[in-house]
Each structure stands twice: as C-alpha cells, then as structure tokens.
C-alpha cells in the first residue's frame, strides 16, 4: 500500500486541521479528500469549518460535491442544517425550499438504520408549519400522517419511539379515525421492527469509521468485506417483503455505503453494476462503471467488463473506445490487450479487420508470442483455415525460438492436425537451438510421439473391445487415439469414441477425452453437441469439470453471447451441488478473469488473483458456524468469529489462499521473560486462569467483558487436565511474534489425516507394564527436551488400540452424578497419573500449585 493511504498520517493532518484558520486548513482537507474521497467526516469537517466562519459559497460548494457520494446520515444533518439556517428569514419561500430540501434528504438517507433522528426532526419541521386556514391545516395534518406511515415501516433505531408518537398522533386528531388506521398499520410496523433486530445484527458488524484504502488482505478487511457481503446478501432478500421499488432502493443504498468503505475494491464496483444489469437497468450499470473505472484507472478488469456490457447491449462504438484506452499509446500496451482487441475486431467487424490489426500489432515492442499464438488458433477455430494458421506460427517460430512454450503451442497445433513429420521436424529444430535446462519438456513430448507396433494394436482390437468385463472407458480411448494418430483413419477413431459414449456416458473424463479428439478435428459443432448430450444425463455434482470445459470451449469458439449464455447455466447447474449453491448464481469478477485470460496472461496482477481466490474461500464459507472452544489461548472465553471454517466440510480449503507465518518474526518460549501465568484457587471454581502483571490488576477474560461467573461455570464442567494443561501455556504477553487464527489451525488439523503409527512399531501398553515398573513422566509424554530414559515398556500404545476404550472413557465423563474420587480408575496410565494429581490436589481447599518449565511439562504439586 502506497504511503499516501496511511491512516494515522491522516488523522494526524485533520486533527491539526481543526485547530488552524479555514484558509490554512483548507489545503489540507483538499489533500486528504483527494487520496479518501469518500469519508464522510472529512468532508464533514471541512464543510462545518466554513460554516463556522458563514462562508456559504464554498459551504454550497463543498456539499455539491460530497452529498451523493456520502449516505451518511451525520453529513447530511450537516447539510440540512445550513439549509435551515439559510432560509430561516425567508418567510414562507424558505420554509418551501426547507421542506424540498428535508424531501432531498430523506430520498437519500431516509432508509438507513441511524435515520430515525432525521425523520423525527421532519415530522416536527412540519407540525410547526404555520395554517392560517382549516384546508391548510388539514394537508399539514395529512403531511405529518404521510412522514410518519413512512417513518415507521423503516427499520431503525428509532423505530418504537417513531410508532409511540404515531399513535398520539392519531389519538389526537381522532380516536375513531385512529383505530382503523393503527390496527392497519400495526402488523406492517411489527414487520419493521423485527426486520429492525435481524438488520442491526448486520449493521452491527460494520465498522463506519474505516477509512477507505486499497486491501492489504488484513483480517480486519477481510471480516469488513465479509460483513458487508452478509448485509448486502440480507437486503437482497427482501426479508420485509415490501415491493420490489422500495426494496431495489434499500439495496442501492446499502451498495452506496459500502462503496464508501470499500472504495478500491474492484468486485464490488462490479457487483454493483451487474445488479443493476440484471434487474434491467442498464443505463444504471453503466453509470456504475463509469464511476468504477474513474475510482479504479489501473484495472484493466472492470474495463473489461464494462466494455462486454457495451457490446451485449449492442454499442459497438462505445465498447471499441474501452478497447482502444486499454491500448493506451502503445508503448505500454500489454500483449493481452493486443489479444482481446483482435478478438473483438474479430467478433464485430470481420476477418479482415482482425488479420489487419494483427499485422500491425506484431511490429509493435510488446508483441509476445501470446499474440502470435492466440491468432493462429483463432484463424484455425474460428476461420477454418489451417493453412494461416501454419504460416503464422512459422512466422512467430523465427521470432520465438528461445520460448519453450511458444514451441510446444505450434506442437499442439500440428498435432491438431495430425502431422507428426512436421512434429517431429519441429522438436529436432527446438532441440538443436535450445540449451539443455529447457529442452527436458521437448524430450518428454518427442517421446510420445514414437510408433506402436502393430502386433499391439492389433491384439487390443481383438480382445478388449469385445465385451470384456475387465474393459474400462480407458481401452476405447487408446485405441481410437491410435487409429486416429497411427493408422490416420478419423473415421474409425469417431467411431469408437461414439461406441464407447453409450457405454460410458456417465464417465466425465471420457467425455473430455471425446470432446479434445473432436477439437483436434475442428469439429465444433458435434463437440456442442457432445456436451449438450452429456450434461443431460450427468448429476450436477459429477458435471463441474465437463461444465468448465463447454465455458472454455465458448470462449474460443464463440461469440459474446453464447459465451455469456453458457456461463450462466453453468451456475444454475452448479448452484444445485451444495449449501453454497446461491452465491454460485451471482455474477463474480472472477468471471471476467476467466473469459479474459489467455494462457499465462491475465488481466490482473498475481496479488489480485490471490486477493480473489481468499474472497471466494471466504465467501463459500463465512455463513458455515463451528463450535468454538471454551477457552482460547488460556485466558478467556473468545465470541464467535464470522470467518471459523466449518470442520464439517471436507474440501473448504481447497481453494484458499496458503498463509504462511513470517517466521523471521517468531520468538522462542522462555518462561523467564514472563513468569506470571499460574494457577489461583477459587471457591467456585477448580482453578481460574489468571494472567499476573505487575502494571495492571489480574483479571480474567470473557465474553464482550462480562463477569466472571460465566467463567468459573465453564470451568466447572473443564476437565481437571485441561485445566492442567492451560496452566502450562504460555502468558499472551510472551508472544510478541504473529499470532494464526487459533480456530482456522484446529479446523485445518481436524480436517488433515494424520499418520497412524502401527502396533509392530510402538511400544507395549501400560496393561503389559510389570508391577513394579515406574510411571512415565509427564515430560516423556510430551516429548520433552530433557534426557529421560524411556523403558521398554512404554505409556504410548498404537492409536487404534487407544481408540478401542473411548467408549469406556467417554462413559466415566459423562457421568455427572459421580466425583472425582468415586470413578473408577481407567486402564490408561497417562489417565490414571492425571486422577491421582487431581485427589491430591483436592485434599485441601487452600492448596498451592508450582509449575516446571513449559517445555519439558514437568509438574510437581504441593498441598498444604
């Protein structure tokens, strides 16, 4: 992140502001709302400074430029406040232009959940309006009535207060009146109000002092972007259930104030504008991406996206200049730009215009061999013609013989076409030309393409394409493929890949081996149909990967709208498959980057793409709950964090982004640094975690800085070597290196499958132990550092021997109705030492515990 984004030098610069003169302060506040054009309290700060000094112009001037941009109730009581002031000698002219303006604000801001302030400072403006005759008195009457129907079917603070003063309201025009009205208006306003407690749960999440900054991938962005997603998701809903105008304006609101916080976050620009998109605002949408492409220059996504909904709705012109300002001057232009323009030109305007465009691109300095390769497979897919292709890649070859990969690319191609002399040709040539480090790929690929003898083929003919019970979907591709590469009849390999589809269409892979054979023959109209075919009869969970290959294959075969078409029924098919089936249906940046990527080539920076792959991660699962343990980090008890995975889920974190700790930053545990964390005895309680310092008072942490009776409950029901165990770990102020997500590791471990040491390896049980043999301590079980000799008869047993007494174990901890002394005494030793420690120590109520160091977990216990 830039320097110019750092907060404390921001807040430092407007807390100096306030204290200097409006013509001094001034310069300041422009730099900041030119870097933080959206924080409302800057630019209320700003604006309240010149209302100091009643300098109205630029107070006019200020409000011009904020208000839309900033739904912040705050600022907008700002505004209201010099328009009542401004227009309070004004007579009745300026009660007119108050009233307009409180009409103004509350089209704005009237929905937002702080808003109840605003709509009671309205109702009072109009009930003090002056009536000097019994029709102007009635339409205040019928005014107040209007602003309070509406006041209360909003869900805010105030809503209760609002639905008290309403009733008074109409008691004091008329009770017969008011009875109709309140027992009709009563069931919308409990529909509010409940609406009201599930809203603010959202609300509440929200932090509205964050300024607005590019993502650094902190959790503290991370759990705001989550948490506006959860608000914006809830709002979508329409839980109130109210027409779709008053709901579609709640959602704009609230991706208005999102856009406040999360102004640098190109997904939610283009989320925005693809709500308004499907719900038929395209005029709408494309303000959104004007505003998007101005907050964001550099992304070449959100241009990308803008210009395919300029192209879908038929503006050409306007989606070529999108084009044409990602090839900027051309001396930066990037190959992927130079690519998706020849696509265009392409899609719009013919075969002649691409070739044209190509020809001048390939002179330019930031031509790679993207370029080259990207038009050669458009003029064999697109045009059918192989013959450009071939010239093309032999031009591209006497530029781009040093790239491996530009050379396996042609490869591919002459494959395609099923030419191994010129395969072969092309391999001795790479080999003869590139040093040996990059030559193994050409080796391997050289290899595969050595004749099989025919005595070979010949028996898999004979045997296994009969109806052999052994053969798998596996023979009938190995041999199509070798009539097809070996023998050069296409004809049979189609038919034997047509006799294995009504054998094998269940199988996905061996769909997609049919549909790359019908690629190599550029038959793409019998590989829609394959995939049309296939996806009938597949169940949506086996079809994702036959799914993301019919995508590709638009992309390279088709124009924009089946493209998109394709797209979308992939989602409606794959939105059936699990839980997070609905966020599947909503249209993702993602998406775009797929469509507009080519090989190695993105339209984003590789920081993007993982700040993209940790929001899908995060998306999928920030509705899944786990259960949080009691204790945390020896201290308290820790509230529940939106971001736990769910252990449950067996692939959750497939797709995210791998952290790794900054281990430069890591410490070692020395207990002398912070000799403080003990055990101290309470009447309630076993034992209560304490941290001691001598700079603050020992206290116990909990939950949202409740008392500590909740604690020592928990603690109650905590085994005694849990507790134990606690007592060993080291104090939070020891660790001053970072800390991991402590319930993200616990489900990450109990998601991995851990090895299982076999019972011809461990040691013997502590059943098999002699009578007379020593207990193993406490540090042998725990693998401490210190030299202790481990007998041959060891406490550790094999963990499926251990797994067979859990039953007996979970047994004895359930039962509540016996103490500690009355269980019986379990089998296993490391139980059975904990069990005698825990009667020692209970033998007294004034006892003293000493703990050994942590790393070799010696205990010792004392009583008194």
């Known amino acids: 992140m830039d320097d110019k984004y750092n907060i404390e030098a921001a807040e430092i610069l407007a807390n100096n502001a306030l204290h200097l003169p409006i013509t001094q302060a001034a310069p300041i506040y422009e730099q900041l709302l030119s870097v933080f054009p959206t924080a409302a309290k800057y630019w209320k700060q700003y604006v309240e400074a010149n209302m100091l000094v009643n300098n109205d112009d630029a107070t006019k001037q200020i409000f011009s430029r904020c208000l839309l941009n900033c739904l912040q109730v705050p600022l907008w009581q700002c505004y209201i406040r010099f328009i009542r002031k401004v227009n309070e000698k004004k007579g009745v002219e300026g009660q007119e232009e108050t009233r307009k303006a409180f009409d103004f604000m509350l089209n704005y801001v009237g929905v937002d959940i702080a808003s109840g302030p605003v709509w009671m400072e309205y109702i009072t403006f109009l009930k003090l309006l002056p009536a000097t005759s019994p029709q102007e008195e009635s339409q205040r009457m019928t005014a107040v009535r209007k602003a309070y129907q509406k006041a209360i079917l909003t869900p805010t603070h105030h809503i209760e207060q609002l639905w008290k003063e309403y009733e008074n309201f109409e008691n004091s025009v008329s009770r017969q009146l008011a009875k109709g009205l309140i027992s009709e208006y009563q069931p919308k306003y409990n ?119 300029e192209e879908s709705r038929g503006a050409i012109q306007s989606a070529k200049k999108l084009y044409e300002s990602l090839l900027g001057d051309g001396v930066n232009t990037t190959a992927l730009a130079h690519i998706q323009f020849i696509r265009f030109l392409r899609r719009n305007e013919g075969v002649e215009a691409a070739r044209k465009y190509f020809l001048d691109a390939r002179k330019s300095p930031t031509c790679t061999y993207h370029v080259y390769v990207a038009y050669a497979l458009m003029a064999f897919c697109l045009d059918k013609d192989p013959k450009v292709a071939h010239n093309v890649f032999e031009a591209g070859l006497k530029r781009f013989m040093h790239e491996p990969v530009y050379v396996l690319e ?52 004979r045997y296994y394409l009969l109806k052999s019970p052994t053969c798998t979907y596996h023979v009938y591709v190995a041999y199509a493929l070798m009539a097809f590469c070996l023998d050069k009849d296409p004809k049979v390999a189609h038919n034997v890949f047509e006799a294995g589809l009504k054998r094998f269409m269940h199988e996905p892979v061996y769909v997609l081996e049919y549909a790359d054979f019908l690629s190599r023959l550029n038959d793409d109209r019998n590989i829609r149909a394959l995939f049309e075919r296939a996806l009938s009869s597949l169940p949506p969970e086996e079809s994702v990967e036959v799914w993301k290959r019919f995508s590709q294959f638009e992309q390279t075969y088709g124009d924009l709208a089946s493209m998109l078409k394709v797209e979308q029924r992939r989602k409606e098919a794959l939105s059936r498959t699990g839980e997070e089936g609905a966020s599947l249906l909503e249209n993702s940046l993602q998406d775009v980057v797929s469509r507009y990527s080519f ?266």
């Open 191 to 309: 529909s509010a109000r409940a609406v009201y407690r599930e809203r603010k749960k959202y609300v509440d999440e929200i932090d509205w002092n964050m300024l607005a900054v590019p993502p650094t991938g902190s959790s503290k962005e991370e759990q705001q972007w989550m948490a506006w997603k959860r608000l914006l998701s809830f709002e979508k809903g329409n839980p109130q259930r109210i027409d779709a105008a008053s709901s579609n304006k709640r959602i704009i609101f609230t991706y208005e104030q999102c856009l406040m916080y999360l102004y640098h976050y190109p997904d939610m620009w283009y989320n925005y504008a693809t709500w308004h998109a499907k719900s038929g605002s395209t005029e709408a949408a494309i303000k959104v991406f004007q505003r998007a492409v101005k907050a964001l220059p550099d992304s070449d996504m959100l241009k990308y996206a803008y210009a395919e909904l």
């Open 599 to 864: 090989m190695d080539l993105w339209p984003c920076s590789s920081k993007d793409l993982d700040h993209f792959a940790r929001q899908e991660w995060l998306a999928k699962n920030m509705t899944k709950k786990v259960e949080k343990p009691a204790i945390s980090n020896g201290i308290g008890i820790t509230e529940k964090d939106p971001t736990v995975v769910s252990s449950n889920s067996s692939n959750s974190t497939s797709s995210a982004k791998v952290v790794y700790p900054d281990t430069s930053k890591m410490v070692v545990y020395d207990p002398r640094q912070n000799p403080g964390t003990a055990m101290t005895p309470n009447a309630t309680s076993p034992a209560i975690l304490v941290t001691s310092n001598p700079l603050s008072t020992p206290m116990v942490g909990t939950v949202g800085g409740g008392s500590s009776s909740a604690f020592d409950e928990i603690l109650k029901a905590t085994p005694p070597a849990l507790v134990a165990f606690l007592a060993n770990l080291p104090a939070v102020e020891v660790i001053s290196g970072p800390t991991p997500n402590v319930d993200i590791v616990l489900s990450i471990c109990l998601q991995s499958d851990l090895p299982i040491s076999q019972a011809g390896k461990s040691a013997t049980s502590a059943s098999q132990m002699p009578a007379g043999a020593p207990t193993p301590s406490t540090s042998d079980l725990s693998g401490s550092s210190k030299s202790h000799p481990i007998p041959g008869s060891s406490s550790f047993r094999p963990r499926d021997r251990y797994l067979g007494k859990r039953k007996d174990l979970d047994r004895q901890e359930d039962d509540e109705t016996a103490t500690v002394q009355s269980q019986p005494l379990p089998r296993d030793a490391f139980r059975i030492r904990q069990i005698h420690k825990t009667r020692a120590s209970s033998t007294s109520q004034t006892g003293s515990a000493s703990y050994g160091s942590a790393f070799s977990g010696d205990l010792s216990g004392s009583t008194s």
């Open 410 to 461: 042609y490869a591919d191609f002459l494959s395609r076409l099923n030419d191994d002399r010129n395969i072969r040709a092309l391999f001795e040539r790479a080999l003869s030309s590139l040093p040996p480090e990059e030559s193994v790929e050409f080796v391997n690929r050289f290899n595969c393409t050595k004749f099989i003898d025919g005595s070979v083929v010949y028996m898999i003919q």
